[in-house]
C-alpha cells in the first residue's frame, strides 16, 4: 500500500458521508473520492453494510394487527359515512 | 439507495381502491385500515408523544379522511395524503396540549453533532495512518440472518431508536421504520432535505452503535 495522499478520505471522514452516500445527496467528485476509499478500504466496506443491516432490521417486517375494536368502531364510521 | 425527491403520484392500485371506497365498499375500508393504521399511529405519537393523545388523533383523522374522500383529487398517494391528514390533526393537537413539537428545537442541530464513531477507533494525528481505523468494524457478513431478525435483536434495535433524541427518534421512525421516502418524511415532520438527513444520520449511527455492541456481547463464546 502506498501512504494516502491529502485529497484521500479518511474513515473518520467517511463514517460522517456515509448517510450522504446512501440517500445519494454527494456531490459528483465527493462521491467519486468516496468509492475510491471504499474501494480499498475493507473496513470502511463493512462498516457501510453495517449500516445497511441497521436500516433492514430496523425495518416494520409485518403488517401491525389492528385491535378488533378499533376495526368495528371505524367500520361503524364507515358505514355512517356512506349513508 | 438513493430517495425520490418528489413525492409518489396515485397508483393504479390506489385508484382502484379509491373508487371502491367511494362506493362504500367494506373490504376495500378493511384493507385500508389494516395498512394504515399502524402508521397513523407512529406518525401521530412522534408528533404528540402520547399513546393515548395519539389514538384520539388517529380517530379524529380516519373521520377527517371520510369527510375528505370525495375531494382528494389523486395527486398523491393515498397513503400520502392519509398521513398528511394525520400529521395536521396531530400538530394541531400539540399546540393545543401546550405541548411543544418533540422536534421543534430540531435538537440543536445548529450544533456540531457527537462524532458517529468513538474517535479512539481511529489512529491519533501524528501517525502514519491518521484518521483510519484503528479498531475496525468488523464484517457482520457471517451473523446468521435468523439472528439479525430475530425478535431480541429487533427489540434491541427498538430500544436504541426508543432512546433517541426525539427529532432523530421522528425521522428513523418514518424512514427507517416506516419505509418513507425522504419527501414523505420531511413533509409529514416539517423538516428540510438537509436537517433530515442530519437527523437521519445522527440516529442510524447511534442505533449502529448500539447493534454493534449488542452483537458483540452476545457473539462472545460462540
Keep these: 500500500m502506498t501512504d494516502p495522499t491529502t485529497d484521500d478520505l479518511e474513515c473518520r471522514e467517511v463514517v460522517e458521508v456515509v448517510t450522504d452516500y446512501l440517500e445519494g445527496a454527494m456531490a459528483p467528485g465527493d462521491r467519486l473520492r468516496f468509492d475510491d476509499h471504499l474501494a480499498l478500504c475493507e473496513d470502511c466496506q463493512a462498516y457501510l453494510e453495517q449500516m445497511r443491516t441497521v436500516i433492514r432490521v430496523a425495518g416494520r417486517p409485518v403488517a401491525d394487527a389492528v385491535p378488533p375494536e378499533t376495526m368495528a368502531g371505524l367500520l361503524r364510521a364507515f358505514r355512517d359515512w356512506r349513508r | ?222
Excluded: K
Design chain 2, 1 to 222: 439507495m438513493s430517495a425520490p425527491v418528489t413525492g409518489s403520484a396515485i397508483s393504479a392500485d390506489d385508484l382502484e381502491l379509491l373508487a371502491r371506497l367511494r362506493r362504500g365498499d367494506e373490504a376495500a375500508f378493511t384493507q385500508l385500515v389494516e395498512r394504515l393504521h399502524g402508521p397513523m399511529l407512529r406518525l401521530a405519537m412522534v408528533h404528540v408523544g402520547n399513546r393515548a393523545v395519539a389514538e384520539e388523533v388517529v380517530q379524529d383523522a380516519w373521520v377527517g379522511v371520510l369527510a375528505q374522500l370525495g375531494r382528494f383529487e389523486g395527486r398523491s398517494s393515498l397513503r400520502t395524503w392519509v398521513l398528511r391528514i394525520v400529521a395536521n390533526r396531530a400538530r394541531t393537537r400539540a399546540v393545543r396540549e401546550r405541548r411543544t413539537l418533540p422536534f421543534s428545537s430540531l435538537d440543536g442541530l445548529d450544533e456540531p453533532g457527537r462524532p458517529a464513531v468513538e474517535p479512539e477507533r481511529f489512529l491519533p494525528a501524528g501517525h502514519r495512518w491518521a484518521g483510519h481505523w484503528a479498531s475496525p468494524p468488523r464484517s457482520w457478513g457471517d451473523v446468521p440472518e435468523e439472528r439479525l431478525l430475530s425478535a431480541e435483536t429487533r427489540a434491541e434495535v427498538e430500544r436504541a431508536v426508543e432512546l433517541l433524541a426525539p427529532a432523530q427518534r421522528a425521522v428513523i421512525t418514518l424512514r427507517d421504520v416506516e419505509g418513507m421516502t425522504a419527501a414523505e418524511t420531511c413533509e409529514l415532520l416539517g423538516l428540510t432535505e438537509g436537517n433530515q438527513r442530519v437527523l437521519l444520520h445522527r440516529a442510524r449511527s447511534r442505533v449502529r452503535r448500539a447493534l454493534e455492541r449488542y452483537l458483540d456481547e452476545t457473539e462472545v463464546g460462540r
